[in-house]
């Protein structure tokens, strides 16, 4: 990883206007050694090197629209990010955690052991390893979903620097309604980030209109039940006026009859949402909804006037979908690796 945090306190005995020389060349020039910063004093740019080398290691594996990073982080992790290339718009999904400690049911990020949490500076450099690569084409990030491995609102403080270096003009500059964060639950989280009087979108993970069924597919929900977690978002809605974007994973007949429909519909009532239909991607214990049962599933929500949208399925070639980061680095490994970022 980069360690942009460190660069202020490395130029803090050189003039103000030599920080901003070196941001500069960083999130805009998109140096990938300081050498390349002629505006620096040769002897600043050695400094540089040694003290905050600016080399992202990583292996890729690109498909049609879907590229999907292996970026090495110190001590031996290493984290996945993927970026989305459609509709004319480039979104990176990036990871918060190394592993997940949530161990929701149908995600394959869950069933990894939680390791760690990202530094801000690493969440950064996934971004700007695509932001890197896009430029090769005359391109650029549009949009950053927080989406990858693990459960952004347990790594609150790093996730919060992040979004700011994300926003900020002289960073990666990616306006915060460009940005999605998506939690699994974590309601006194939604509560602290209302007040944070960011401009960023929030998804939430809800996957099941009743306590029962979705503490069954999501432990998570057993210590934030259905009634703090909507609490939660009424209170987001109300500090924000935002608009929330509820998750729903469907699953063959376990969430996906008429009966969730309509309780789904029940609870959203009155909130100011709209609700994410995602296909379960995968085949075994469980599996996608037929599409009988998709199309009955999103009947019964026009029908009580819940707004929906239904998500692409890109990536699915590479397990880059939801929910499958890291779940099999095989392809990445027999890849080699790039230093493409
Ligand atoms: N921990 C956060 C962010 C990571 S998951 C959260 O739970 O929101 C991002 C999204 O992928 C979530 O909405 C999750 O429900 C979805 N997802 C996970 N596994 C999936 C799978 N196998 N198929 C489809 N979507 C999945």
Redesign the pocket.
Known sequence: MIRFSKLKDILSTHPAYRFAQAEHAVFKELIEDWQQATSLPLQLREQLNRQLPLTIHARNITMPHTTKALIKLHQGYTVETVLLAHAKRNTVCVS?QVG?P?A?R?????KLAFQRNLHADEIITQVLYFQRILKKTGDRVNNVV???????FLNYHHVITALKMLNHENKLGISARKISI????IAHKIKEFSREGMQVNL???L?APTDSLRSQIMPVNKKYPLKDLIGAVRYYIDQTNRKVMF?Y?LIDRLNDQPVHAQKLSVLLKDLLCLV?L?????NGA?NPPSPKALNRFKKILDQAGTQYIQRQRLGKEIDA????LLYRTHALDASGETQAG
């Open positions: 918060s997940c949530l929701c149908f995600c394959h990020s869950g927080f989406m990858g491995m693990g459960e952004p998506s939690t699994a639950g998804a939430v993970s996957n998750e994973v994410n995602i296909p379960y991607n995968g469980l979908a939801c929910g499958e």
